[in-house]
């Protein structure tokens, strides 16, 4: 097995915790909202620093 990584599964962007640009994660997932609806889902923007594990989520209506 390669230890590779492909060049669609790593994106490089500024980790506030490592306070430089590290490649990251990113996923879609849905979160559950904490406003009105305690029940419905919200997609956020999920990344994770592949260097500190710190972890961002942003709504996507938000970018």
């Not at 500024?14 to 590290?22: G, L, N, Q, V």
């Not at 990251?24 to 609806?37: G, W």
Request: net charge positive.
């Amino acid at each position: 097995m390669s230890s590779r990584r492909s060049a669609l599964d790593a994106h490089v962007e500024y980790c506030p915790a490592c306070e430089r640009d590290t490649e990251h994660r990113v996923a879609i997932s849905l979160l559950a909202a904490r406003r009105a609806n305690p029940g419905s889902r919200e997609p956020h923007r999920v990344a994770v620093c592949r260097d500190c594990g710190a972890e961002t989520s942003t709504r996507v209506s938000q970018l």
